[in-house]
Structures are given as C-alpha cells and as structure tokens.
C-alpha cells in the first residue's frame, strides 16, 4: 500500500540502511486485507457468487465478506486455504510469531464462520468438505491442506552449501547473510542453527547395516509406508540409537533435544496432527473423486520424505481417483505421477508402489505482478521439468496470468483439467504453444 512504505520490501533491503525491512506486520496486513475484500472486481465475484448474502454496498458490513461455504448465502459456493504470503511470511513455517492473528485475518477475509473449528487456537486451518453430498456416485471430496502452520525449516542439506559460501564472505550487507545466520548458527532461541537436521539425521541411522531390522524402521525410513512419522522419535546425540519418545526423555534434554519438542519425526510440510486427519478421511473416504487443495506443491525437493509420503499417501489410501489443485510458483501446468517401475521418476518417488496415478494442477498467478516468469527460456531454468511429470512437455507450462478449471462429465464418466487465460477465459497456451489442458477416467483413475 502507498501509505506503507517501509513494507515495500525489495529483495536487497539487507544491502542499505536500515538493513531491515518490516514483515509480519499485522496492521498492515489488516489495511491489505481490508483493501482486497472491497476491491470492486472482487466484490463484483462475490455478488455472482453469493447474491444472497450480499449487500448494495458492497461487501456485508463491509469488511468481511458472506460466509462462502453457507450454501444459503453462496449457492456458487467459496472454498479458501492459505499459503505463505496470506500466512504472512514469504516462504514461511511454524516460528511464524502472530500466526494466529493471521489466521484470523485469512478466515475473516475469505468470510469462515466466526464459530468455524478453523478458528481454533490449537490447530491449522486445515478442513474437510463434501460436494454434491448425497448424490448416489457424485460426491467429491474436497480436502484443504494447511501446510504452513506445522510446518518445519527447510532442511539443512537444501541451503548448507550456498549459506556456508555466502557467509565466508563476511559481508553482512548482502542480501541472504542475515537469514543464513539464523539458517545455520543461531535462531535467537536453541543456540543453533534453524535449519531442520532431522532427515539428515535419519537418513544417517537408516543407512547402518542393523538399522532395517529394527521394530522402528518403517516408521523412520520408509516415506512409502503407513507407519511412516506416526511414530514421535528420538535419537541420541550420536545418532547411534534410536527410539519411540518417551516420558523419561526430559530427565535428560541435552542428549534428546530437539527430538523431544517435535512430534514429527522427519522434516515435515504438514505436522503430524494433519497427516493423521487426512489419512482418516481418504481411508473412510468413498468418493470417486477427492480434490486436495495444497497452498503448495506436492512434488518438489525441499521436503522430500514429506512430499514422498504425502504422494504415496494420496495415492494408497483412497479407493478414487485423487487431483491435487495448487499454485506458489508464479506459473500454469499440469503435470501426472504415473505409477510403474518404469517411470523416469522412479528412483526419486518410489512410483512402482503407488496404486493410482496423482494429478496436480498448478495455476498461479492470476494477475501480471504475480505471473512472474513470462519471457524466461525454460531449459536449465528453475520451471523445466527434469523429473519427466508433464505429459505436455518439460517445458510446457504458462507463464502468462491464468486460471483453473475442473470440469467433471458425470455421464462419460470423465474429468477435464485445464488452464484458462484471464482475458477471455479460453484454454491457455503454453509457452510452446500446446493448449493446457488433461483429461483422466474416472473408473480407472488413468489419462484419457
């Protein structure tokens, strides 16, 4: 906002006085919160969608806007989770300090309930619902994945390398010292790093001859098992032993610490708490479709055992087919985990034990500020797609702003993905002229 300039955070604020930028501020997310719901355009597609529970003014009260999932004041109904910049924090995790204020900053703005169990202190905002309930064969499940609230620091191994080079050069003013002093050495709180050390550390006591006859081993290194992370662990500080957490434990912290204050065991997206929710619900689940809608990724290679185990997860536990909608990266594609020993991916996903192919459909962003990577070349850029997981191409995907669109065919018996431009609302064309879009069956979960 004009008003707010010392949050105009540009990315080399560490390079000049002050050396600081303002974040995590929550008047100033309240005023940009403020500022969004009464948008016209905005308050424009809260009126479509919800004519009942709107007023001539615009937003009800106008501050928070109807109740989106109430099908009497939305029958076009509003579903919403967050990801990092609506939690308040650019690629943000769990340390976040107001993220409860946030919280209710988000759920106000996308009009939850004031007495929804989102709102609760103790919990992310994750949430269940489901569409054409009742229905004889038409439900859809729809799943909303919280994943930052619980989750961890990035791993240690993901910026260890760059960090240690970029504070050789003891130069304080460059724009990353900051933040990889508090990655590596100190957070301000446990007298180390921030980093989380926990895969690196499992994967040390995996990789010992004994370790995969152990009673733990599927719960600390198969990410493909059930049994992986439902177990809270502890190591000894010679990575030597480990063991289920235990009561004990606190009697001696120094060797135990930090084991004893995370209940999940392995760098984690989504916290132990969720993981157990969502295993429930896809188990009890008999939906011929579940939607999860992730504010980030499902694949990707910051958190992989916790990506690898939400795949197979997904993949293994539901009887339908399952479609993950998301976006964080600034550009359109579809991509498809096909199961098979035989896939390019199979080393990194272990896709010879999945049982069903995982769809994801990524759309981001809807306006020219936020579609970032228009004019980029794709080979040996951050968006090809090295793992082979777009059917269109490595490096067919828009860049241009656009939107998502599900469309299921009850009578055929098929689900149609697609990209949509934000002009006229047609199917996008990739960067490499392919039209965005995929189809699957719903019988056997496999493309068209």
Known sequence: LPDRPECQCESDFMRHPPHQCSAGNVDHARDRSMHQVNVPEYVDFLRYMCPSGMSQGGVTGGLIP????????????????????????????????????????????????????????????????????GSDGKEIDLLLLDERWYRDTLPCERRRDWCISLLATGNSNESGYAWCEDFLISDGVTGTGSCCSKDEKLAAWCAQPTSSSHSLWYAACDPTSKEFGTVPLAMDRANTTLQARQEWMWDNEE??????????????????????????????????????????????????????????????????????????????????????????????????????PVYQLTSSGLTNSTAKHQDRDCVGSFVEDLLGLRPLGKCSYTSKPNFGMVEVDWERGVVRLQLRDEVKGDISVGDDGKGQKLSFYLDTCMPV
């Open 66 to 133: 109807p109740t989106g999932s109430d099908p009497e004041s939305c029958p076009r109904p509003i579903f919403g989770i967050w990801d990092d910049h609506d939690f308040g924090w650019n690629n943000g995790n769990r340390r976040m300090p107001n993220k409860h204020t946030y919280k209710t900053l988000y759920l106000d703005a996308i009009g939850e309930n004031p007495q929804s169990p989102r709102r609760s202190f103790s919990r992310g905002i994750q949430w269940n619902y489901t569409l054409n309930a």
């Open 255 to 356: 060797e135990y610490w930090p084991w004893l204050i995370d209940d999940s065991p392995f760098c984690d997206m989504i916290g132990m708490q969720q993981r157990k929710w969502l295993a429930q619900h896809l188990a009890s689940s008999t939906s011929p479709l579940t939607i999860i809608a992730s504010g980030s990724v499902v694949v990707g290679s910051c958190y992989k055992n916790s990506q690898v185990h939400l795949l197979h997860t997904l993949a293994n536990v539901t009887s339908g087919c399952v479609l993950v909608l998301t976006g964080d990266y600034h550009y359109g594609d579809l991509k498809v985990i096909m199961p098979g020993s035989d896939q390019p991916y199979a080393t990194n996903l272990q896709s010879q034990k999945l049982a069903k």
